[in-house]
C-alpha cells in the first residue's frame, strides 16, 4: 500500500542546556531543608515530580499510542475502518516524526534525509503482514533540519481479517546507524453495518465514500492540541449501515471518567457510507489526557481515541495546577496565583495572556524563555539531586540555578575529599553583584543556603521574577 510522507506544518523547538563551570576555593555558615521557593509558591503534592514533564514517552504510551525517544523519537497511532467485507478491517498506521531524527545531506539548494520503515504484523508465531518502506523528506532551509516537532508525517495502510495482533515495528536513518524498535498488542475490531470506525484525529481530512478507497487524511497520531493556542481538535469519524444521516453523541472523559465536555452531531451519508469530521474545543477542555468517546444513538456502538491537551510540545505537564506549581521559579508568588485562582473557563484565555506577558521574542513560534527555563530545570534534576528525597531543582542549589541559571565563577573549598564536613561552595553572578555561599555540613553532598545567602537570594529573585 502506498504511504505518505513528509509535510511541515508546526515549528517549535528543543531546548539547549547549558554546562555548569566548577572552580576552587571558601566560605560560611548553613541551616534547614527546603520546600518551598521565593516568596513561597505552592508545595508539591506528596509524591509528584517532574518525570511527566520531561518525559513525553510516559504520556503517550500511558494514552495507548506507540511511542519513543531514542535513538528515532516518533508518536505513532494505530486506526480501524470499515473495508468492503467485515471479513477484513482496513487498518491504518500512523507515524509522527520530528526532522531532528533524521540526517540531512545537501541536495542542491535544499537539505533531503532518508528513512526505511518496517513492519511485521504477527499473529502467534506467524507474520501475516511484512511491509518495507523507503521514504524521503527535502526542507528548503537547515533551520528546518533540526525541528523537533510533529514535522515529518508517514501513514501505511494494510487489510487484516479481525483479530488479536502483534505489531513490530522498526525504523532506521538511512544517512547513519540510527534505528529504533517498538512492539504493541493491537486488537483489529470486525466492522460491519451498525459499527463506527476508531475516530481518528488529523491534520485535515476529506470525507471517504466509497469503503474499498482509501482514506484521504493526514492523520494527527500525537492528538495534541496547546492550551491558549490551538482552538479545536479535529477528529475525522465513520459509520456503516443504512439511511442519510447517521446521529451521533461526542462527549470528552477526564482522566477520572467524567465527562467534561459533550455536544451531538451528525454524519452525513457519502456514498456507501457515513463520514465526516468534527471539532472539539479546546478552551472547553482541561489540560491533560483525556478520551474522546462517539456514541451512535441509533445502535449504541460506541469508538474512542485519547486526546492530549498540553501547554506546548516538550511541556507535556498534566494539569493546569501542576504547571503553575512548575512555574515557581519562573514568575512572581501574585502572578501565579492570579492564574491558579482564575475559573476553570478563562483559564485558555488567561493562560494565553500570561505566554504573551512573559514571551521576550513575540516573533517566533517558541516561547524563548519558557523553553530556557525548563532546560535549567531538566539540567538541575539530574544535577542537583542529594540524599534528601527531594527532586534535583528544589534543593537550594537546583533553586538558585533555575532562577539565576549558570554562576559567572563557582568556589569549591574542600573539593579533594567529597566526604569532608563543613565544605563550602560559593557562586558568584556579576550581573546580580550576587555572592551566595552554600555549606555542606553532612559530608554527603547535601548543600543549604546559609541564612544571610538566602536573603540576598530571595531579594534578587524577586526582581528576576517580576519581569
Given at each position: ?51 511527566a514533564l520531561i518525559d513525553p514517552v510516559r504520556v503517550y504510551l500511558d494514552m495507548g499510542l506507540l511511542a519513543e525517544e531514542d535513538p528515532i ?40 534525509a532518508t528513512y526505511q520503515v518496517l513492519l511485521d504484523v504477527r499473529q502467534g508465531s506467524a507474520t501475516v503482514r511484512h511491509i518495507e518502506s ?288 563543613g565544605r563550602t561552595q560559593v557562586w558568584e553572578y556579576a550581573q546580580y553583584h550576587l555572592q551566595l555561599v552554600f555549606i555542606d555540613q553532612t ?25
Amino acid at each position: 500500500m502506498p504511504a505518505l510522507t513528509s509535510r511541515p506544518y508546526r515549528l517549535r523547538w528543543s531546548p539547549i542546556l547549558t554546562g555548569l563551570l566548577l572552580a576552587v576555593a571558601g566560605a560560611c555558615a548553613s541551616r534547614r531543608p527546603r520546600t518551598g521557593a521565593p516568596g513561597e509558591p505552592p508545595p508539591l503534592r506528596t509524591g509528584e515530580t517532574i518525570d511527566a514533564l520531561i518525559d513525553p514517552v510516559r504520556v503517550y504510551l500511558d494514552m495507548g499510542l506507540l511511542a519513543e525517544e531514542d535513538p528515532i523519537p516518533f508518536v505513532g497511532s494505530v486506526a480501524s475502518l470499515a473495508s468492503p467485507s467485515p471479513d477484513t478491517t482496513l487498518v491504518m498506521m500512523t507515524l509522527s516524526l520530528p526532522n531532528r531524527a533524521f540526517t540531512f545531506t545537501r541536495e542542491g539548494d535544499r537539505y533531503r534525509a532518508t528513512y526505511q520503515v518496517l513492519l511485521d504484523v504477527r499473529q502467534g508465531s506467524a507474520t501475516v503482514r511484512h511491509i518495507e518502506s523507503h521514504q524521503v523528506v527535502r526542507v528548503t532551509t537547515f533551520k528546518e533540519t533540526t525541528r523537533s516537532d510533529e514535522s515529518v508525517i508517514f501513514q501505511q495502510t494494510m487489510r487484516l481479517p479481525p483479530g488479536q495482533y502483534v505489531f513490530a515495528l522498526a525504523l532506521r536513518d538511512e544517512g547513519s546507524a540510527k534505528n529504533g524498535r517498538h512492539e504493541i498488542l493491537l486488537n483489529v475490531p470486525r466492522l460491519a453495518a451498525g459499527s463506527l470506525a476508531t475516530p481518528v484525529t488529523v491534520v485535515e481530512a476529506s470525507a471517504r465514500a466509497s469503503l474499498d478507497s482509501l482514506p484521504s487524511i493526514v492523520a494527527s497520531p500525537r492528538a495534541t492540541a496547546v492550551f491558549g493556542r490551538d482552538s479545536f481538535l479535529v477528529a475525522y469519524l465513520e459509520g456503516y449501515g443504512t439511511g442519510t444521516t447517521l446521529p451521533l453523541t461526542l462527549s470528552v472523559h477526564g482522566d477520572k471518567g467524567g465527562a467534561v465536555w459533550k455536544d451531538s452531531t451528525s454524519l452525513s451519508r457519502h456514498g456507501t457510507l457515513f463520514s465526516g469530521t468534527v471539532r472539539v474545543p479546546v478552551s472547553r477542555l482541561p489540560v491533560g489526557v483525556m478520551t474522546l468517546v462517539v456514541n451512535r444513538r441509533d445502535t449504541g456502538d460506541s469508538a474512542r481515541t485519547p486526546l492530549f491537551v498540553s501547554f506546548g510540545d516538550d511541556l507535556p505537564v498534566t494539569t493546569f495546577d501542576q504547571m503553575v506549581s512548575y512555574l515557581r521559579y519562573f514568575a512572581a508568588p501574585e502572578r501565579l496565583k492570579a492564574l491558579r485562582d482564575t475559573a476553570p473557563e478563562l483559564r485558555a484565555a488567561a493562560w494565553s495572556a500570561f505566554l504573551r506577558e512573559t514571551d521576550p521574542v513575540l516573533g517566533t513560534a517558541t516561547h524563548e524563555a519558557l523553553r530556557d527555563y525548563f532546560a535549567r530545570v531538566h539540567t538541575a534534576l539530574q544535577r542537583f539531586h542529594d540524599d534528601s528525597g527531594l527532586p534535583g531543582w528544589l534543593t537550594d542549589r537546583g533553586m538558585v540555578f533555575v532562577t539565576l541559571g549558570d554562576p559567572d565563577q563557582v568556589f569549591d573549598q574542600g573539593a579533594t575529599d567529597i566526604n569532608q564536613r563543613g565544605r563550602t561552595q560559593v557562586w558568584e553572578y556579576a550581573q546580580y553583584h550576587l555572592q551566595l555561599v552554600f555549606i555542606d555540613q553532612t559530608g554527603f553532598g547535601r548543600w543549604r543556603l546559609t541564612t544571610s545567602s538566602d536573603a540576598d537570594f530571595r531579594t534578587v529573585a524577586r526582581r528576576v521574577m517580576a519581569h
